[in-house]
């Protein structure tokens, strides 16, 4: 199971590089990273368990964070709204995943973003694509296209970012980091 001392941090070129694409089907090493970058997330969501074992709860984790330069990252964006309790808003491990189109509309999170990865706060808004089309494969070698919007798509692409070398405070406007452009959608 991965720990905090697990997960490289900003500084380290790991987080720099472009990730290599992931070959079907999965050997038993690659089956196990994606077991267990979707496990950081679940027991992280778990307060219990978050507490436990004093992880920082986390609804994405890219195999580059844990010092594996692979095509692979988990997401795990939970329901918050009670009624649809336990089922999430998105659960998957996306391996070789590509944005195959993005809205022209711009989004990003009000509170601006983070990383675990990073150890300070960076203040700013995160522009990304308000609406995307992913195109990825599961650890089964199926392909999935599928349209994310809001929260959603937010993560993903902070988590394919990763996959290219990208972390979250490279898109900062550095001149004004909260910037607002008028045809932006805020997402809480
Ligand atoms: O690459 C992946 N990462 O770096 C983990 C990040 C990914 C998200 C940051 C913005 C979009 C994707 C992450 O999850 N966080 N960033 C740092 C600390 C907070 C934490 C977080 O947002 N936690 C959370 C949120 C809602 C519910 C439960 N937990
Ligand atoms: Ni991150």
């Not at 329901?79 to 999430?88: A, I, L, M, R, S």
């Not at 296209?145 to 959603?152: D, G, H, T």
């Not at 990763?162 to 550095?174: M, P």
Request: glycine share 6%; charged share 30%.
């Amino acid at each position: 199971m991965f720990l905090m001392d697990d997960i490289v941090r900003d500084g380290d070129p790991v987080l720099r590089q472009e990730a290599k694409k992931v070959k079907f089907p999965l050997s038993a090493d690659d089956k196990k990273l994606a077991h267990n970058l979707m496990e950081y997330l679940e027991v992280s969501q778990n307060p219990e368990l978050c507490e436990k074992y004093k992880l920082r709860a986390g609804v994405g984790l890219a195999a580059p964070q844990v010092g594996v330069s692979k095509m692979m990252a988990s997401v795990l964006v939970p329901n918050d709204d009670e009624n649809e309790k336990g089922k999430p808003l998105f659960k998957d491990v996306i391996i070789n995943p590509v944005i195959v189109s993005n809205s022209v509309q711009r989004g990003a999170l009000t509170e601006g973003e983070g990383c675990l990865s990073v150890d300070r706060d960076v203040p700013g808004y995160v522009p990304r694509s308000a609406r995307i089309t992913l195109k990825y494969q599961d650890v089964d070698g199926n392909e999935h296209k599928i349209r994310l919007k809001n929260y959603p798509a937010i993560v993903c692409q902070h988590e394919i970012d990763h996959l290219h070398g990208i972390l979250f405070y490279d898109h900062i406007n550095k001149d004004n980091p909260f910037k607002r452009d008028d045809d932006e959608v805020f997402i809480y």
